[in-house]
């Protein structure tokens, strides 16, 4: 009886030892803890999650294989250097996001305007803060325009350009996140575009085949592959695209010797087809129409939302032809339309009026809808199947949206109708919350789109231990 009091000290100071050891594990270990926070498209695994584990990238502990395999050997290639000077600064982003959730001190150097609190966050965001003073994207430059260093900033596809330009080199701004030289960078970026290398190599041909857009993407890297030493060095690992056409993750799924590391950065996250939630990051679609950042206007409260759920678009794929045949011109309450009736209340409007808009996959598994929805302070309702939600490694969904699964398309009416009044108000207000992550600005602001989607994608940098 009398060792137990004794023993304490001792096991306290055992578990620091291991994690100690775990966490200086030198060689190519990737980490699961901090993207094990990532589900794939249910978001109902928050109460998995202890705050602790979702901020802090340890290990794999009891993994036995590690998420991304490199098509190089790394542990002999770097060897002889051991640590390099940026895989020590990494290492101390890590040991300060770890030691911020310890202590639950969140408080960064700068003048905070603004920090994430409540329950829509899987952890408080040091993560953020170690980004913003360390996290450095080298962005090539070999190719020309309109395939490269440009893309859409307009259209459903507008982040995929807004986010080229951002980390370009055009911009009279330069992103804070540029590194000035590619030694000092992080992670790099291919900055070709989908949407343009569709609309201006398909234009003239009919666009039945991925093949030319697949043999772009291949050449693009096999140039920059050839005249630069990263991509080799770590086969791509922390290397990424970005895409928001429809056919992103097809131009670089075939070939997955070459490719099969390469972080794809895509708004047809579709887990079913190839997207890795743990590798990959999910990019929300945000409709720009006329170049207007149109950042959200005042939002009704939900005293002010006479209909409870609304829907408007076409019958595009299976799961809208389900939404339409069930409650198409159907229910008063449910108002659903194929397409909205001239002179009528604008789509804006409406999605303004109700207190659920239904956010259902068309022919892909993103929608602009969900982004619209966010705006209009209308709790998002997804219907979809496979679809990795945007930001998943930092919101819990389940606190600002309901899940319906396809199968219950025709009890939509009674799972809104069954959530607590009181329930429904805490989400509307977390929807207006988490307005800022989505609004697009130029240059990027604090916490906004372009940034918390560099968010995602510096968390899955800091999981990789390359050496260098
Ligand atoms: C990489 O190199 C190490 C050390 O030489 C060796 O033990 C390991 O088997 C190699 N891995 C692969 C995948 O070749
Ligand atoms: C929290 O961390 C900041 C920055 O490291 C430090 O200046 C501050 O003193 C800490 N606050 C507490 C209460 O420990
Ligand atoms: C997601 O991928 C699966 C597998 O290819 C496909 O059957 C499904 O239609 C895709 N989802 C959407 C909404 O396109």
Request: proline fraction near 8%; charge should be positive; include cysteine.
């Amino acid at each position: 009886m009398s060792c137990a009091p004794s023993l304490a000290p001792f096991l306290v100071l055992l578990v620091l030892l291991v994690s100690l050891v775990v966490f200086q594990r030198p060689d190519f270990t990737t980490s699961h803890s901090v993207l094990t926070a990532i589900s794939s498209s249910s978001s109902s695994s928050s109460s998995k999650l202890n705050h602790n584990a979702a901020v802090v990238p340890a290990s794999p502990v009891g993994s036995d294989e590690p998420f991304i395999r490199p098509s190089v050997n790394l542990s002999t290639q770097h060897t002889e250097r051991k640590e390099g000077r940026l895989e020590q600064g990494l290492a101390r982003a890590r040991a300060a996001i770890r030691w911020a959730a310890l202590s639950r001190n969140y408080t960064s150097d700068k003048e905070e305007t603004f920090i994430p609190r409540g329950p829509i966050y899987r952890n408080p965001l040091a993560s953020y803060i170690e980004m913003e003073k360390r996290f450095k994207i080298w962005t090539y430059r070999e190719g020309e325009p309109p395939l490269v260093h440009s893309g859409p900033h307009n259209s459903i596809y507008a982040v995929e350009g807004h986010l080229i330009s951002e980390l370009g080199d055009d911009g009279e701004e330069k992103s804070p996140f540029s590194a000035r030289r590619p030694e000092d960078a992080h992670a790099f970026f291919l900055p070709f575009s989908v949407a343009n290398v569709v609309e201006y190599v398909y234009k003239p041909v009919v666009p039945r085949t991925y093949k030319p857009l697949r043999r772009f993407a291949r050449d693009y890297v096999r140039v920059v592959a050839e005249r630069h030493p990263y991509w080799r060095r770590s086969g791509g690992a922390d290397h990424f695209m970005a895409a928001c056409h429809d056919w992103g993750p097809a131009a670089t799924r075939s070939h997955p010797e070459f490719f099969g590391n390469l972080i794809r950065v895509v708004c047809n996250a579709n887990a079913s087809e190839g997207f890795d939630p743990q590798r990959d990051v999910s990019l929300p679609e945000v409709y720009i129409v006329d170049r207007r950042l149109s950042p959200p206007d005042s939002v009704k409260p939900p005293s002010q939302r006479p209909m409870l759920a609304f829907f408007a678009g076409g019958s595009h794929g299976y799961i809208r032809e389900a939404l339409l045949r069930h409650w198409k011109g159907k229910d008063e309450e449910v108002v659903v339309h194929e397409y909205l009736p001239k002179g009528g209340p604008s789509y804006g409007e409406l999605m303004g009026k109700s207190r659920y808009c239904l956010c259902p996959s068309g022919y892909e598994v993103a929608s602009p809808r969900v982004v619209e929805a966010i705006y209009a302070g209308c709790v998002p309702v997804i219907i979809s199947e496979a679809y990795v939600l945007p930001f998943s490694d930092v919101l819990d969904w389940s606190q600002l949206s309901v899940t319906v699964p396809v199968e219950r398309i025709a009890e939509i009416k009674d799972i809104l109708k069954a959530v607590p009044d009181g329930r429904y108000r805490k989400m509307q207000k977390r929807v207006v919350q988490v307005q800022r992550h989505f609004v697009l600005n130029r240059p990027a602001r604090r916490f906004d789109v372009i940034n918390m989607v560099l968010h995602s994608l510096w968390l899955r940098r800091l999981n990789l231990r390359l050496g260098y």
